[in-house]
Nanobody
Framework: QVQLVESGGDLVQAGGSLRLSCAASGSIFSLNTMGWYRRAPGKQRELVAIITSGGTTNYADSAKGRFTISRDNAKNTVYLQMNSLKPEDTAVYYC?????????????WGQGTRVTVSS
């Protein structure tokens, strides 16, 4: 089994910055694509950014130019640096990973970390 634990969510003023972290642990053989998703109040979960094991990234239009996803493969950790935060970025942010364990390949989710941006 693989566990994902997010951290870094907080209350921040508009224009501020936050850095989210997500550490994967457990019986990990390999980690492939990792990503961040978010669910705003009253909305469906949406993609924020993803990063492959080789470092290729892809961003939602709402994140381009403001957010940066990165990963430390040695630490099995993915990060999301969020700058110029807006009230519409308020959401629960979830980490996601495609991971291979002793049970084979599967998709895993973290429990979420809350980001609140005040105007």
């Amino acid at each position: 089994q693989v566990q994902l634990v997010e951290s870094g969510g907080d209350l921040v003023q508009a224009g501020g910055s936050l850095r989210l972290s997500c550490a994967a642990s457990g019986s990990i053989f390999s980690l492939n694509t990792m990503g961040w998703y978010r669910r705003a109040p009253g909305k469906q979960r949406e993609l924020v950014a993803i990063i492959t094991s080789g470092g290729t990234t892809n961003y939602a239009d709402s994140a381009k130019g403001r957010f940066t996803i990165s990963r430390d493969n040695a630490k099995n950790t993915v990060y999301l640096q969020m700058n110029s935060l807006k009230p519409e970025d308020t959401a629960v942010y979830y980490c996601n990973a495609a991971a291979q364990s002793s049970a084979g390949w599967d998709i895993y989710w973290g429990q979420g970390t809350r980001v609140t941006v005040s105007s």
